[in-house]
């Protein structure tokens, strides 16, 4: 029996192929997975590598996935719960409710969070029109906002990353 050295592995899980976009959506070779079953599997087998990477594992085979800037995007939001906090909807298909504290704005006008445990999201342009109907200029005229969620003011800072 052939076995394959580890390093000749590492090379063949590099070169998967696969990438997530500033979209949030999978793609292979640049061309996007629209398989749902395929999809289901690789949003559920996504996880961080101990070097950082991201990850796919699917029985006993991996590939990295060439990731930007983060793999998770906020695709839509939603008012579910009782307490007026909004509720993301995230590209792997589930559901959270936004933490106000890690809401950030960039440089490029784009919205980011804190999403499964500290993971960064990327707000699509869906997602960041729908919460923006829930964010306010304060005080007008400066450049600065905040959202008000169940009472309570969140200032949103300026991303420095």
Do not use: N
């Not at 390093?7 to 793609?27: M, V």
């Not at 007026?84 to 980011?112: C, I, K």
């Not at 400066?142 to 959202?147: N, V």
């Amino acid at each position: 029996m052939t076995t394959v050295d580890d390093a000749a592995l590492e090379l063949l899980r590099s070169r998967s192929g696969l990438s997530i976009d500033d979209e949030g959506r999978f793609l292979h070779l640049g061309e996007p997975i629209t398989h749902a079953r395929t999809l289901d599997v690789l949003w559920r087998s996504l996880a961080r590598a101990p070097d950082g990477r991201w990850l796919v594992r699917v029985g006993r085979e991996s590939a990295y996935v060439a990731v930007k800037e983060t793999p998770y995007t906020v695709r839509g939001v939603l008012q579910e719960r009782p307490d007026g906090a909004p509720v993301l909807l995230l590209s792997d298909g589930t559901r959270e409710p936004l933490d106000p504290a890690t809401l950030r704005l960039g440089e490029d006008g784009v919205l980011r969070c804190a999403v499964k445990g500290g993971e960064r999201a990327r707000f699509t342009r869906a997602g960041q029109v729908t919460l923006g109907f829930a964010i306010d200029e304060d005080p007008p005229g400066t450049g600065r906002y905040a959202i008000t969620i169940g009472g309570t003011r969140w200032p949103i800072r300026a991303d420095s990353r």
